[in-house]
């Protein structure tokens, strides 16, 4: 199965969200966007399943300027198009993401956002739960990214005012589940001063099982400028997600790994201002709060091994540019921009009453 393919089975299906999301950020402005295709099919008494069109804004210079939009869409407008011979398809009514290309619209006049997209495939992905714990029941929920460090092209309508992109870094993922993790923090760049080839991608979440909280489990991913070709690194086994070391606090993620020849130190972070939390809902109806900066910072540190000992082989940064959340069960009431559930607008013929229901990351 394709890392971007449907893992909804239907109508019938409860108990279960899907998303497929992008980010990217101006290099030059420091303007950055975040927009999610989203279905929701809550357990049953939960609410009633439905589809979602979501963008956010961030300008650098304003960051509480910015827009946030929810468009509610019914099921009915839910396409797969996928394809053995064409590949990758979804639609959202009329906004589709498919192998190379992301549009959509919401909101409205004045109050809207529209994207058309593209980027070339580069072979550049990552799988950040092992099978193993999906098919044990230890992962309720997974990620996967099949475009995960991508140039993109197109044209993006804030208002109507026209931004054409050319060139501008960023990701298309996915993720879908039962149930979101307890809390997590997460982080995405490939747009790094020192080298434009390097990617970074990291998660580190925690979980609970039968009323415990689980340690947290951090899958990385690492790419760097080599020759002849750059070279990958991963920390993904089940050998490893629970031996890196991961500490978050307000505004920050440091986290830490290592393998036989490589030492990985990392600090994620983004001011509290240019963050803005987001209320998702798990298919059981429980709530939680996904604090998001696509303008966020990131600073690695990768050291070889000199016989027995760690030398600095390079630094790696990233300002402005880096993909990065915290997400908990509460709101941080320190992050002043917020977008609740009750903002969202019913659209398409979207009958029901609004209710609170499910989203990812």
């Known amino acids: 199965?394709?890392?971007?393919?449907?893992?909804?089975?239907?109508?019938?299906?409860?108990?279960?969200?899907?998303?497929?999301?992008?980010?990217?950020?101006?290099?030059?402005?420091?303007?950055?966007?975040?927009?999610?295709?989203?279905?929701?099919?809550?357990?049953?008494?939960?609410?009633?399943?439905?589809?979602?069109?979501?963008?956010?804004?961030?300008?650098?210079?304003?960051?509480?300027?910015?827009?946030?939009?929810?468009?509610?869409?019914?099921?009915?407008?839910?396409?797969?198009?996928?394809?053995?011979?064409?590949?990758?398809?979804?639609?959202?009514?009329?906004?589709?993401?498919?192998?190379?290309?992301?549009?959509?619209?919401?909101?409205?006049?004045?109050?809207?956002?529209?994207?058309?997209?593209?980027?070339?495939?580069?072979?550049?992905?990552?799988?950040?739960?092992p099978m193993v714990l999906e098919k044990l029941g230890v992962a309720q929920s997974a990620a996967s990214s099949q475009n995960l460090a991508v140039l993109f092209d197109g044209t993006i309508k804030v208002g109507g005012k026209s931004i054409k992109v050319s060139k501008w870094p960023g990701e298309q993922s996915h993720t879908w589940g039962k149930k979101h993790a307890d809390s997590w923090a997460w982080a995405h760049c490939n747009a790094f001063e020192e080298d434009k080839d390097a990617v970074f991608e990291g998660v580190s979440a925690r979980v609970r099982k039968l009323g415990l909280l689980l340690p947290a489990a951090t899958?990385?991913?690492?790419?760097?400028?080599?020759?002849?070709?750059?070279?990958?690194?991963?920390?993904?086994?089940?050998?490893?997600?629970?031996?890196?070391?991961?500490?978050?606090?307000?505004?920050?993620?440091?986290?830490?790994?290592?393998?036989?020849?490589?030492?990985?130190?990392?600090?994620?972070?983004?001011?509290?201002?240019?963050?803005?939390?987001?209320?998702?809902?798990?298919?059981?109806?429980?709530?939680?709060?996904?604090?998001?900066?696509?303008?966020g910072d990131l600073a690695l540190e990768v050291y070889r091994r000199t016989g027995a000992r760690w030398s600095l082989d390079r630094r790696l940064t990233s300002k402005g540019t880096t993909a990065f959340e915290l997400t908990s069960r509460a709101r941080d009431p320190e992050v002043g921009r917020y977008f609740d559930l009750s903002q969202a607008i019913a659209t398409e013929g979207f009958a029901p009453p609004p209710v609170a229901v499910a989203s990812a990351s």
């Open 1 to 129: 199965m394709g890392l971007n393919d449907v893992r909804w089975q239907g109508k019938r299906h409860r108990g279960f969200y899907e998303v497929w999301y992008v980010t990217l950020v101006d290099p030059a402005s420091g303007d950055a966007y975040w927009f999610r295709y989203t279905i929701d099919a809550p357990a049953a008494g939960k609410g009633e399943s439905e589809l979602g069109l979501w963008a956010f804004s961030t300008p650098a210079k304003d960051p509480r300027a910015g827009l946030s939009l929810h468009d509610r869409l019914p099921l009915s407008k839910f396409a797969d198009k996928t394809t053995e011979e064409k590949g990758f398809r979804v639609e959202f009514g009329k906004a589709f993401v498919d192998p190379a290309r992301a549009t959509g619209k919401t909101g409205s006049g004045e109050r809207s956002i529209e994207w058309d997209l593209k980027w070339e495939k580069n072979g550049v992905s990552f799988e950040h739960v």
């Open 219 to 295: 899958p990385l991913f690492l790419r760097l400028a080599g020759t002849p070709e750059p070279r990958e690194i991963s920390w993904t086994s089940v050998f490893t997600l629970w031996s890196n070391v991961s500490r978050v606090s307000a505004g920050r993620w440091d986290f830490e790994a290592d393998s036989p020849e490589v030492l990985l130190k990392g600090t994620a972070s983004a001011p509290l201002e240019r963050m803005i939390a987001v209320e998702y809902r798990d298919p059981d109806g429980e709530p939680l709060w996904c604090h998001h900066a696509t303008g």
